[in-house]
Structures are given as structure tokens and as C-alpha cells.
């Protein structure tokens, strides 16, 4: 099956320093996604990404589907002590009969320092 | 508020007890989705149901067991034939039809295998 690599798996920032993290693919993909998962929670979206070269923002999250479809970034600027979480990449391939298959990055566990 | 409700938060189960986790959404979502979450592990699919009284299976459904007998529910059932059931289940639903992985995720259930 498709893989994805996400990277850093963990990183430690101070408050109000910018991240960044990246997934890359050896397969394309019709749709990026990126989830936040606050400790003892399910997932949530965060952003969404349809185009190849989308570059979209969510307040202080920017995120880009990669040119060639097979790689995403995520930043965040100024980070916050509720920014600490797990970080999902989330590529999905549309197959046949309008179904789609969706695969998930391992995670980066983001801590940050007051 | 619509949302999806799992349920029980946490579990500990003997071995060679089969256990049932539950799953309800209030969303109108014809999809449904478990996933198995380690540490490290990122998310991998258990079994998914596009409609009612129909489910495929994911990457890792050996030893899980489900049933779609109303839109709204999606229990998962562990069965003792599980070798390492001692994990974090995430239950997820999204509308069809959809190309794009927008999954709504519920707040987890933990079993641990004692």
C-alpha cells in the first residue's frame, strides 16, 4: 500500500517560535490533509488541501500541497502553549467506483515550552 | 450538537474476553471508520461501512469484527483471537459521496488487555 513519511516525529519548541513539519510520498495524491490531535482525543481537521501548488491558511497554520502531488508542509507561526498535540498528514487517492482510499503519516508530536 | 459518541472511554478486558466497543453518530453520515491508533503508529483501518448492512475491511481487520445495522451505529467488536488488542480505537465517520478524506473522529475508546 501507499506510505507515507512524516517528519520531524517529534519536535520541542519554545513559546512563540515557528514550526514546521512536511509529508512526503513516492505516490500522488488528489487531496491533503493535515489533523491535530490534543493528548487522550480523537483527531480533528485542521486543513484541507485539493489542488496541486494550494497554498491555504487557517488562522495561524499555513499548509501547501506540493507541485507534484506527493508532498505537503505545515507551518505554524508564533506557536502556543494548546498547540501541543500530534500532528497528522493524511494523503487520499480517489480509486474506482467514486471511492477513495485514505492513508495516514505516523504523527509529529509537537511540545511546546512555556 | 452532532458529533460521534464512543463509548466506554476506557476498558480493560481479560485475556481471551471478546469486548465491544460502541460507536454512534448524530452527523447523517453514510461512511463509518475504526482505526487502531499505537504509539508510533500513526492511524491504521480496521473496517470500514459506506452504507447500511454493508463493511469491507482495512489493513489490520484479523481478529475485529463489525455490523451496520442502522446508519447512525458502528460498534467494533475485539475478539479474543486478537493477538494485541491493548491499544487506542478511534471510531470516524464522513458524508458521502467524497473523494476528499474529510473524517469527523470521536474521542477514543482505550482497551487495555490485562
Known amino acids: 500500500g501507499q506510505q507515507l513519511n512524516q517528519s520531524p516525529q517529534s519536535m520541542f519548541i519554545q513559546e512563540g517560535e515557528d514550526v514546521s513539519m512536511n509529508c512526503t510520498s513516492s505516490?500522488?495524491?488528489?487531496?491533503w490533509l493535515w489533523y491535530k490531535q490534543d493528548p487522550g482525543e480523537g483527531p480533528v481537521l485542521l486543513i484541507a488541501l485539493y489542488k496541486a501548488g494550494e497554498l491555504t491558511s487557517n488562522g495561524r497554520l499555513t499548509a501547501q500541497f506540493g507541485i507534484t502531488r506527493k508532498d505537503s508542509f505545515l507551518n505554524i507561526s508564533a506557536s502556543i502553549p494548546s498547540d501541543v498535540g500530534i500532528y497528522f498528514c493524511a494523503g487520499s487517492l480517489l480509486t474506482g467506483a467514486g471511492s477513495y482510499q485514505l492513508t495516514f503519516g505516523k504523527g509529529t508530536k509537537l511540545s511546546v515550552i512555556p | 450538537d452532532g458529533g460521534i459518541t464512543q463509548s466506554p472511554k476506557y476498558l480493560f478486558r481479560k485475556e481471551g474476553q471478546n469486548v465491544t466497543l460502541s460507536c454512534e453518530q448524530n452527523?447523517?453520515?453514510?461512511?463509518m471508520y475504526w482505526y487502531r491508533q499505537d504509539p508510533g503508529q500513526g492511524l491504521r483501518l480496521i473496517y470500514y461501512?459506506?452504507?447500511?448492512?454493508?463493511?469491507q475491511k482495512g489493513d489490520i481487520a484479523e481478529g475485529y469484527s463489525v455490523s451496520r445495522e442502522k446508519k447512525e451505529s458502528f460498534p467494533l467488536t475485539v475478539t479474543s483471537a486478537q493477538k494485541n488488542p491493548t491499544a487506542f480505537y478511534l471510531c470516524?465517520?464522513?458524508?458521502?459521496?467524497?473523494?476528499?478524506?474529510?473524517?469527523?473522529f470521536g474521542e477514543g475508546s482505550r482497551l487495555t488487555v490485562l
Open positions: 470516524a465517520s464522513s458524508i458521502l459521496p467524497t473523494n476528499t478524506g474529510e473524517l469527523f
Open positions: 505516490s500522488i495524491f488528489n487531496t
Open positions: 461501512s459506506q452504507i447500511v448492512n454493508d463493511f
Open positions: 452527523l447523517n453520515h453514510d461512511a
